[in-house]
Structures are given as C-alpha cells and as structure tokens.
C-alpha cells in the first residue's frame, strides 16, 4: 500500500494544527483546512503538508475543497476537528446568534464534509482492497467533547451541539455497518490552547485562562493529537468507537481538582 493521505480540517491552531505535524511525522500526506490562509501557509512551509483553505459553514467552499481533493489523488483518512465554543451563558441568556454558530460549526459543518467526502473515501478503500479480507480501512474521524456526553451549567449552546455532533457519528456509523470505513469519535476534556478560550469568551486572555488556574497538567493539544493518530493507526479490523480522554485532574466535566495531585494518607 503507498502513502495514504488525511483530511485535518480546523487546521490552522490547537488541534488541529498539531495534528497535522504529527501526521506528517508519522509519514501520511496530509491536506490541513481552515479559513486563515496566513496560518496556513505557516503550517505547510513548516511540516510540508499540503493546505486549503476554506469556510466550512459555507458549501460552496466544501465543493470546492472535495473537487481539489478528487483532482489531486486519494481520500484516506478524514479528521472532522473545525469547531469551537462561545460563552458561559444560560439557555435563558444565551444570544441565540451565538447557539447558531455553534451548531454550524460543530454539527452542519461535520455534515457538509462528511457528506462531500464520503464517495473519496469509498474510492480510496476500492484502490487499495486487494480482495475481500484485505486489512484496509478509510477512516472518519469527528472530534467532539466531553460536553457532548455531560451536560453543565453554562454549557448550553455548546452542550447542545456536541450533543448532536455525538449522536451524528452514533448514527453515520449505523449507517456505514458493512463498508470498511471506520467511524472514531473522540471527547475531550479539559485541553489548553492558544485560541479554544478566547473565542469561547469574546478575545478575554484572564477569563480564557481562568478554566485553567491550579489544574495541575491539563491535557495541551499535542495529547489529543497523538490519541487521534494512535487510534487511526490502529489495525484496520479495530475500531474505536469512542475515546473520551482528560487529565488525570479532571475526574468529570465539573469535577476537577486544582493544586498539585498527591496520595491521601
């Protein structure tokens, strides 16, 4: 089999970013996509991957992003990573513009690729199959949340849409039962970056670091980077439906310890 190739969208910061450098150093192609063509351009000078960028709440840019990836070879691997949170409000408070982004974001945007890419990723799996019990997979690979399993107060809007982006993937991998397409969900916890805070509170550094004051070692984007590449790279007989990770601070969505972690004696 030759050099198989992933789909990173969100790729310009956090996660996604770091996705696309670990992929490359495990030798995949890699296509990484976002909206901010500078971030891009940055992250192909420096890993080598290829880019493309894109507005994924728009279809039109979908298309154009599925027509590219038709013309320049095969889909092996799709990383559904684009999303993003905004605000600590209450269902009774909360802007309902900022509710819509949310689930354009998280839910339709997941839609628009996955619907767009599906028919490459198919295509990729005819290629490589060298008959019926050949060891190959193309994968689909959606990054939700522990926010998407548990529900807080202020979580609201974001809540309700990692939610739906959760049982979208139940769904597609009902629905993919007896095609070698591995479906992957992938929940995180409490990670740190640069950007997931500050967009979630308006561009305000104190409050985007608050999350984080005293919690000894939350998990940084590199941690959910390599769990996304681990499980791709899993024998293609093995999937794993869902991979909630956290740090060890972090016992559930609200419980989290702050200070340094020690035996009780």
Same mark, same amino acid.
């Given at each position: 089999?030759?050099?198989?190739?992933?789909?990173?969208?969100?790729?310009?910061?956090?996660?996604?970013?770091?996705?696309?450098?670990?992929?490359?150093?495990?030798?995949? /192609?890699?296509?990484?996509?976002?909206?901010?063509?500078?971030? =891009?351009?940055?992250?192909?000078?420096?890993?080598?991957?290829?880019?493309?960028?894109?507005?994924? $709440?728009?279809?039109?840019?979908?298309?154009?992003? &599925?027509?590219?990836?038709?013309?320049?070879?095969?889909?092996?691997?799709?990383?559904?990573?684009?999303?993003?949170?905004?605000?600590? /409000?209450?269902? +009774?408070?909360?802007?309902?513009?900022?509710?819509?982004?949310?689930?354009?974001?998280?839910? =339709?945007?997941?839609?628009?690729?996955?619907?767009?890419?599906?028919?490459?990723?198919?295509?990729?799996?005819?290629?490589?199959?060298?008959?019926?019990?050949?060891?190959?997979?193309?994968?689909?690979?959606? @990054?939700?949340?522990?926010?998407?399993?548990?529900?807080? @107060?202020?979580?609201?809007?974001?809540?309700?849409?990692?939610?739906?982006?959760?049982?979208? $993937? +139940?769904?597609? &991998?009902?629905?993919?039962?007896?095609?070698?397409? &591995?479906?992957? +969900? @992938?929940?995180?916890?409490?990670?740190?970056?640069?950007?997931?805070?500050?967009?979630?509170?308006?561009?305000?550094?104190?409050?985007?670091?608050?999350?984080?004051?005293?919690?000894?070692?939350?998990?940084?984007?590199?941690?959910?980077?390599?769990?996304?590449?681990?499980?791709?790279?899993?024998?293609?007989?093995?999937?794993?439906?869902?991979?909630?990770?956290?740090?060890?601070?972090?016992?559930? $969505?609200? =419980? @989290?310890?702050?200070?340094? =972690?020690?035996?009780?004696?």
């Amino acid at each position: 089999m030759g050099k198989r190739r992933v789909v990173v969208t969100g790729a310009s910061s956090g996660i996604g970013a770091a996705t696309v450098r670990l992929f490359r150093e495990h030798g995949w /192609d890699v296509v990484g996509v976002a909206r901010r063509a500078d971030r =891009l351009q940055a992250l192909a000078e420096e890993t080598g991957a290829a880019v493309f960028t894109a507005d994924l $709440t728009v279809q039109a840019d979908v298309d154009a992003l &599925r027509d590219f990836l038709a013309a320049s070879g095969e889909v092996n691997a799709l990383v559904n990573n684009a999303g993003g949170a905004k605000g600590l /409000d209450s269902v +009774e408070t909360g802007p309902v513009e900022d509710w819509a982004w949310m689930y354009e974001i998280n839910v =339709l945007a997941v839609k628009r690729v996955t619907s767009a890419l599906l028919p490459l990723l198919r295509a990729s799996v005819a290629t490589d199959a060298a008959g019926p019990a050949a060891d190959v997979s193309a994968d689909i690979v959606n @990054i939700t949340s522990t926010a998407g399993h548990t529900a807080y @107060i202020g979580g609201g809007g974001y809540n309700a849409a990692k939610f739906a982006a959760h049982a979208m $993937t +139940e769904v597609l &991998r009902l629905e993919l039962n007896g095609e070698p397409i &591995r479906v992957i +969900e @992938i929940a995180p916890g409490m990670v740190q970056t640069e950007e997931f805070g500050l967009v979630r509170f308006g561009g305000d550094p104190e409050k985007a670091a608050a999350a984080y004051n005293n919690v000894a070692n939350p998990l940084v984007a590199e941690d959910v980077a390599a769990t996304i590449v681990a499980a791709v790279e899993m024998p293609a007989h093995v999937n794993l439906d869902l991979i909630v990770v956290k740090p060890v601070a972090q016992a559930s $969505t609200t =419980l @989290i310890a702050r200070g340094p =972690l020690a035996p009780r004696v």
